[in-house]
């Protein structure tokens, strides 16, 4: 073990680089660019929000930003990109905290999109349309299966989303990850993208305890037809494909304009559940903590115009181990020691101490550079 009594950032530095080193398994050779050199320039790129050029002007031991994106096309192929996403999904698995029980958690399978403004057809091949957003319908697209264990949460696997890939081959290819692992869901919390008939009959073969929200469709049939009265409910419901499930209608204030008051109302799917309205609307208020996770990533995010679609979906993936890394490491050195159940304190050590950390460790074994040439002509 890499870190022995206390994290450090030269600690975190070695831990990352031999855990992407080991499951990557990239073969660079070159006078200019080795593997540690390539893997640590992303990790100063992620960390920074940076590109691979900016990188490589402000540290002075390392390769020009040409000679590094020369070795990353090498690398990261396009044709290989089943291959990447299992490597990366090994590596966010070695970031599991050991005392993380793999029975009777929550679980959160949702997409993230990141916008893509190119007008390469060759790009475009890998993205995936969607509703306009950030002024675009072009996005590179991850699914991810999310777990929640107290005050962690941490992803356990990922998926690259290509399109014509639909929702169910996704679900069912991170619930087997998860099996995988040797984890077990007590529940499986889903938004309304996965309210679908195919999806919730496999969860219902699965007989995998399940949480969807639900779009309230219709004008005066359709589920609006159960949006009536004051109180919150159950009732079943049969979809147009007759799909037969149990809803659980919860009925909401939302403030229109200055203190008027609309009502509303909220829709979700229960299988193999038997939760009253107001605890299903309670519990799949927890799923949002998938969306504070995304967030972080962004902060992980590194900055790239790449031709490369492998080298953008590395990217996403590389922000999602570096977040379970963080994680890992307030696990191991900012646990409570008290009688009781496990517990972090997490203000010991926030994200952005982490990234400070890493940021100088790195800096300082590559040597940033406090100067710039002047030309005279």
Known sequence: MILKKAVTGEGIR??????????????????????KM???????????GESIEAVSQDLEGVADGNSVREALNRVLRVEALQ???KQLNEALADCLPEQMPREGLEWVIDFHDEP???????????????EAKEGTTYFWRIATLYVIWRQVRITLALRYVLPGENSLSVLEALLERGKALGFSPQVLYLDKGFCSGPIIRYLQRQEIPSLIACPIRGKAGGTRALCKGRKAYRSPYTFSDGTSVELALVPSLKRVQGDKRERTWLAFVLIHLDWPPKQAQKRYRRRFGVESSYRQLGQLRAHSNSRNPALRFFFLALALFLLNLWVFLLCLACRLIQVGPFSIDPKSFRLNRFKAFLRRALEQAYHSSLSIP???F
């Not at 390539?38 to 920074?48: G, N």
């Not at 893509?116 to 969607?130: D, I, N, Q």
């Open 83 to 85: 291959e990447q996403e």
């Open 14 to 35: 070695k831990l990352s680089q031999k855990t992407l080193s080991e499951r990557l398994g990239w073969k660079v050779k070159g006078y200019k660019v080795d593997e």
């Open 38 to 48: 390539l893997i640590e320039v992303l990790i100063k790129a992620a960390i920074d």
């Open 116 to 130: 893509f403004y190119g007008k390469s057809e060759k790009l475009k091949a890998y993205t995936v349309r969607g």
């Open 374 to 376: 002047i030309y005279t």
